[in-house]
């Protein structure tokens, strides 16, 4: 189809039209692949509570119609002319950003989800021109620059490698920062998507991992993963059998809790690491911060080439995701399961259900 002298390639997706409407079978238009992008056939998408955040308009400023999606995998279908790093055929994946101005100090310091003149994310916001909206990976292709665009290493399974690209990236990079190394005691707060990735990665880079959960039902699961220990946070006397005994603490909460709590189990110089994102601000008290040094921070994904450091580490150390494979037809009944934390241990959309 010729439009404004562009062609433009037609791509059946699923959509939220509104906020809070269901999501339905929709069809979009993605751009002809320019010089340095690549096409690429979406095989698997995983499913971030940060989709059904923005579906819902939870952070505010969604703009609808959405297509979600930023754990996308696949095979590229056609390359731009100038594209050098891939080839037909070749596995890849795209994570939370498309694009950034390259320029700027973020970016020159390869923290491109920092880029100053804001990055472009997969999808909910624009392409770096500011005004072309950006669609995810509820999609059956995608086309990204090439700059944006990750090797998934042969060694992962395609589907299991998908949450790699948030899940995996926003908890190894904290993992990461805090130089987290054999024996060190690491707690990880909620066990949904992000959790079990956090439980996995920690332990393989050989921390003693604690798991802090409100289901006490995933104990054995977080003991398969690698964890040693295992506390219940609907118990109070956990927060004080635990208090003073982690190093470091990844919160991975989807809704409003108590910081403050979770505060008291650092040790002196300990700390804890926001990477949920629920809507609602949460009341901290100093104390908890002043009695032992203790530090709060956050963490926003990761950049493009520690996300590549990441998959190729998963790859090395056999770490991928535990996955439960759904058609693209069950996305609003897997939205609902998240909600009450019933997700084992992340969905993945098998995008072949869009292309029946
Ligand atoms: P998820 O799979 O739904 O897991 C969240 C887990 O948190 C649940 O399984 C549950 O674990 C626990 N939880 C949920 N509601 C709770 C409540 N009211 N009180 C206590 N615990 C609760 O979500 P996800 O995909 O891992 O994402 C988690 C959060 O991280 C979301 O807010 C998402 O937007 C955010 N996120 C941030 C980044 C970043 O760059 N910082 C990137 C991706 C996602 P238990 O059953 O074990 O208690
Ligand atoms: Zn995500």
Redesign the pocket.
């Known amino acids: 189809m010729l439009e404004r002298g562009i062609r433009m390639l037609k791509t059946p997706v699923f959509a939220a039209p509104a906020a809070n409407a269901a999501l339905v079978a929709s069809t979009i238009e993605r751009r002809e692949p320019r010089a340095n992008d690549v096409l690429i056939e979406i095989d698997y998408c995983g499913v971030?509570?940060?989709d059904l955040?923005q579906v819902r308009d939870e952070w505010g400023a969604s703009k609808f119609p959405m297509v979600p999606g930023h754990e996308i995998v696949g095979r590229v279908k056609q390359v731009g002319a100038k594209v050098t790093r891939f080839q037909v055929g070749d596995r890849v994946g795209v994570g939370c950003l498309v694009d950034s101005c390259g320029t700027c100090a973020s970016c020159q310091r390869h923290h491109e989800q920092f880029c100053e003149k804001g990055a472009a994310m997969t999808y909910n916001g624009t392409e770096m021109d500011r005004v072309t909206p950006t669609q995810g990976g509820y999609a059956t292709q995608v086309v990204v620059d090439e700059k944006f665009t990750l090797k998934i290493p042969d060694g992962l399974d395609l589907a299991a490698a998908a949450p790699l690209l948030?899940?995996g990236i926003?908890t190894y990079s904290p993992l990461r920062q805090w130089n987290t190394k054999k024996g060190d005691r690491v707690g990880v707060v909620?066990?949904?998507?992000?959790?079990h990735m956090a439980v996995k990665l920690a332990a393989s880079m050989g921390a003693e991992v604690t798991m802090l959960?409100?289901?006490k039902n995933?104990e054995a699961d977080a003991r398969k993963l690698g964890a040693s220990g295992f506390a219940s946070?609907k118990d109070p006397a956990t927060f004080t059998k635990l208090a003073g005994q982690l190093d470091l603490i990844i919160d991975?909460?989807?809704?409003q809790?108590d910081y403050n709590q979770y505060l008291g189990m650092l040790r002196p110089y300990g700390a804890m690491v926001l990477?949920?994102?629920?809507p609602e601000p949460s009341p901290l008290a100093a104390f908890a911060l002043i009695m032992g040094n203790r530090r709060l921070a956050?963490?926003?994904?990761g950049g493009l080439a520690e996300t590549q450091e990441m998959l190729d580490y998963c790859a090395a150390h056999k770490v991928q995701s535990e996955i439960e494979i759904i058609p693209m037809q069950k996305i609003n009944e897997a939205y609902e399961r998240?909600l009450v934390?019933d997700?084992r241990?992340?969905f993945v959309i098998d995008i072949a259900s869009l292309r029946q």
């Open positions: 971030c509570h940060s955040h948030c899940a926003t909620g066990l949904g998507g992000l959790g959960s409100t289901s995933k946070t991975t909460i989807s809704a809790h990477l949920g994102a629920p956050g963490s926003l994904i998240m934390g997700v241990y992340r």
